[in-house]
């Protein structure tokens, strides 16, 4: 933004230098037109030819001090708004802009000024500012058809100015619909921007950013979100591209799936790609939303070969959308005809917690590993001895329900399966096969001491020297 605003104030400038030429070969023998004060002409004309632009500016603000009613106080004002740009002084520069848009309500240079200062103090934080930006913009739009081209100017010079000024406006307007949200405005403004500088870093950025947040997302936006982390880096703005890529790349991956391709566009729009392809948007996949994945998964598989993790997926999405919800409909009445005439599931769980009526397991493989209970079972019967948290064991039962969110299956009329069963005790000189275990199978082992101690299983039991012999179960 600062450059592109920078090369407005450079015309400004040129235009400047141009009349103070002209100015100062007259050597005063003409006076403008409304000037009758030969004094006030020569003021005007030591001023803009003042080569520092800080001391130019003092020396405008002086004379428009001692002349304010001068037929050249509007070129004054907006010499001096130009002049305090070009000594890096914003602040003075917006402060005239007030005085001269006093005077000239629709002078076009002050409402540029204005939007654009507004707009900076707005993205520094000062939310104040963003609505006189926003009205300085509106308002320059509606005037910047009737601004009278100065008359040293050639034509496609003051059209390219125009259009600059117009990228102030529209930046701003943009960057005000991102703060409300609204994102199509902001697209449409940002893409007017952009068109006219490109290296605008703020715009390029924000227009990403407009894309990207809007509905559906706009991959055009991963383009633009390049380019402004290769503006930044060029600008040697490391801690902007830094920033920009965290949000850029994450965006990328929600929408892709992977970071697969980015290193990739980067590195191109790095080496100097201007403009998107006009394909772009096709060359980017969008990854399927679980929720996609799951009405997919419903429609195209054999539900009868899914795992347990598949069928946690379909089911727990399906008060999603309408297609969910007929995806978990079909999901659960193949799950219930698996039970059908009274026949009974068998399910490997991880268990999480226990007592003797009740269990908190977890089913699917990505629960267990993780510890995330997804399956709350009830016992047909009291359950002893306990099975320790994390040992692992098949269970028998009827599904009878489930919960979406966050999810979870119901097993009524539960029973041990037989391989989980406590099996019985032996001498350690000879432990049976079947007891080498680490799943639940605790045992009771009998040291020589006579003394006993609950052991995980047979193996662990017979593993301690002190230990005589086992039995099935923890010991009483």
């Known amino acids: 933004m600062t450059l592109r605003f920078l090369s407005l104030v450079l015309c400004l400038v040129l235009v400047v230098v141009g009349e103070g030429a002209h100015a100062q070969q007259s050597q005063s023998t003409s006076l403008p037109p409304g000037v009758t004060n030969p004094a006030e002409y020569k003021s005007y004309v030591s001023a803009i030819n003042t080569q520092d632009a800080t001391k130019r500016a003092q020396a405008l603000e002086v004379f428009l001090a001692w002349y304010p009613g001068s037929a ?12 305090w740009q070009a000594a890096n002084n914003p602040v003075k520069a917006d402060a005239v802009a007030v005085r001269l848009l006093q005077v000239d309500p629709n002078n ?53 100015l125009k259009m600059q000024i117009l990228a102030v406006f529209d930046g701003t307007l943009g960057f005000a619909a991102l703060q409300s949200k609204d994102y199509a405005k902001a697209r449409n403004h940002f893409l007017e921007a952009v068109s006219v500088e490109p290296d605008s ?10 894309l990207l947040e809007g509905k559906p997302i706009d991959p055009l936006g991963f383009w633009y979100g390049a380019r402004a982390i290769a503006i930044a880096r060029a600008a040697k703005n490391d801690a902007a591209a830094a920033e920009i890529e965290k949000y850029a790349a994450g ?52 539900l009868n070969t899914l795992s347990f993790s598949d069928w946690e997926l379909i089911l727990s999405h399906r008060d999603d959308s309408a297609d969910n919800r007929a995806a978990a409909e079909k999901m659960w009445k193949a799950i219930v005809e698996k039970q059908h005439d009274g026949a009974r599931l068998k ?58 969110m966050p999810f979870r299956f119901f097993l009524t009329k539960a029973e041990l399966a037989e391989e989980s069963m ?20 605790p045992a009771c082992g009998l040291q020589r001491d006579g003394s006993r101690k609950t052991y995980g299983n047979a193996c662990s039991a017979c593993a ?10 923890a010991c009483p």
Not at 422 to 441: F, L, N
């Open 108 to 160: 076009v240079q002050a409402l540029a000024n204005r939007a654009y200062s507004g707009r900076t103090q707005a993205m520094a934080g000062d939310a104040n500012a963003l609505s006189p930006a926003v009205d300085a913009a509106q308002r320059g739009i509606g005037a910047l058809p009737k601004w009278q081209k100065p008359g040293n100017m050639s034509d496609p010079d003051f059209t390219r």
């Open 464 to 473: 301690d020297s002190e230990v005589v012999s086992q039995a099935a179960g």
């Open 72 to 83: 050249l106080r509007l070129q004054a004002f907006e010499q001096a708004m130009a002049a």
């Open 201 to 210: 870093l703020p715009d390029a950025y924000q227009l990403s950013v407009a």
């Open 251 to 302: 965006r990328y991956r929600h929408y892709h799936g992977s970071d697969e391709g980015w290193d990739k566009l980067v590195a191109r729009l790095a080496a100097g790609e201007k403009r998107p392809p006009d394909n772009f948007g096709a060359t980017i996949t969008r990854a399927m939303s679980p929720s996609e994945t799951a009405v997919q998964m419903a429609a195209a598989s054999d």
């Open 422 to 441: 406590p099996v019985a005790g032996g001498a350690c000189a000879d432990p049976r096969p079947q007891m080498c275990t680490r799943e639940y199978r």
């Open 347 to 404: 399910l490997p769980v991880k268990v999480i917690k226990a007592s003797s009526e009740r269990l908190e397991v977890a089913l699917a493989e990505g629960n267990q590993s993780r510890d995330v209970v997804d399956l709350e079972i009830q016992m047909a019967y009291p359950l002893r001895p306990l099975p320790a948290p994390g040992t692992t064991i098949f269970i028998i039962g009827t599904l009878s329900d489930y919960k979406p």
